[in-house]
């Protein structure tokens, strides 16, 4: 496909448009045209158009959250193949918080004066533990700590909630929301098309089911993030099916905030920057209804999280602190970032750093 960027505009098929601050319109792009320019489409042509249509949605604002993340359990009844974070009992290195120790460890940041806006809760499906823990989890958060936003419990964990206590997804969210839930992470989306799935995680939720969990969610006013797993068996046509049945999905409920290309961590010979930063513009392009592409520097490397900020990116994640999903996949980026450094990265990028809440209101601009 020719692709031109000029004062007349960028010309994809008969969709929508997508107007940039300089004048560079984009039309809502096919599943043909999406491929297209990830085949054929020059490297800086590409990211110059996903800048464009990042500057139109955000202006030069990229935007960070104080925040924690925090995994209760790496116990996990599924052991996705992919997933080097996930024991089964009796494995060394297993671990499992008590409520107490995740309220102590949320107070200790806060007392060491990193006054936080969010945390981010994440974990395995654990063999014994009941609904009510995990509610309880939420629930004592929230109690101790009122003003801390609680973004937890993927698609993955809510179907698993449902299957142990019987109730339905609906009812699951009722319950949690009430107790504090305030928005769910994008996590277990992984690859949607069926037959990659099929045999990068078989015993995961469908990606049917993953859809289905997220509608359902944002019907009741709870807002989520969605992700990709990208760099293992999929190809480019199984990357932008997942982007197409997103936008589908987002066109219907508008509740996503912010799509996350994860790059898997574990085969680094199969990875490279080119890839990264291509997977960002065209997430950033394909999902033209998503307000934010988040680089989420833990899994690229500060460096490539930066440099993804001219690629389509608006959104560094946060200071994080404390990950193991990906630590324990053998990435080699440090557990948290200080603010002050991810307004380095932000500033050297060119763009503006901006200070978030959990809804992308802007608390502080730096
Ligand atoms: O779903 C697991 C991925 C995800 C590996 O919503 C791996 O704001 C790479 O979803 N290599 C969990 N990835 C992390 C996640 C997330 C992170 C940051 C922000 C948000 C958000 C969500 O991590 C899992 C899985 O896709 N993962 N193992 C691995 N070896």
């Known amino acids: 496909m020719s692709l031109s960027i000029n ?26 045209d ?27 604002y990229a935007f960070f959250i104080k925040n924690l993340h925090i995994n209760p359990t790496n116990l996990c009844i599924n052991r996705c193949r992919f997933c080097a974070f996930s024991r089964s009992k009796g494995d060394p290195g297993v671990f499992e918080l008590t409520i107490e120790q995740i309220l102590n460890k949320i107070s200790s940041h806060l007392s060491e004066g990193k006054g936080f806006q969010e945390v981010h809760i994440v974990g395995g499906l654990h063999p014994e533990w009941r609904f009510e823990h995990y509610v309880n ?30 109730l339905s997804i609906q009812r699951v969210l009722e319950i949690l929301k009430e107790k504090g839930l305030d928005l769910i992470p994008g996590g277990g989306a992984e690859i949607f098309d069926e037959k990659v799935r099929g045999i990068l995680c078989p015993e995961k939720i469908s990606s049917r089911r993953w859809l289905e969990i997220m509608e359902i969610a944002h019907s009741m006013g709870i807002r989520s993030n969605a992700t990709m797993l990208y760099g293992h068996l999929e190809g480019p046509e199984h990357r932008i099916d997942h982007l197409l049945r997103l936008r589908d999905l987002q066109d219907r409920t508008g509740g996503f905030q912010a799509f996350i290309p994860l790059p898997y961590i574990g085969n680094e010979n199969k990875r490279s920057t080119i890839d990264d930063l291509k997977t960002i513009a065209i997430s950033r392009i394909v999902l033209d209804n998503f307000d934010h592409i988040k680089a989420y520097w833990v899994m690229l490397g500060e460096r490539v999280a930066q440099i993804a900020l001219l690629w389509g990116a608006d959104d560094l994640e946060g200071t994080v602190t404390e990950e193991k999903i990906s630590h324990e996949a053998g990435v080699t980026t440090p557990q948290a970032l200080s603010v002050e450094e991810i307004i380095d990265l932000i500033r050297n990028a060119g763009r503006i750093p901006a200070e978030r809440d959990s809804f992308y209101n802007i608390i502080k601009i730096y």
């Open 7 to 32: 004062k007349a505009g960028i010309q994809h098929g008969n969709a929508p448009k997508i107007k940039g601050p300089s004048g560079v319109t984009v039309r809502r792009i096919s599943r043909e």
């Open 34 to 60: 999406a491929l297209s320019l990830w085949r054929d489409e020059e490297f800086f042509n590409l990211g110059r158009l996903a800048s464009e249509v990042a500057l139109s949605k955000n202006g030069n």
């Open 137 to 166: 989890i939420i629930s004592s958060i929230k109690e101790a700590f009122p003003f801390i936003k609680i973004k937890a419990y993927t698609a993955t964990e809510l179907d698993h909630f449902s299957r142990i206590s019987g």
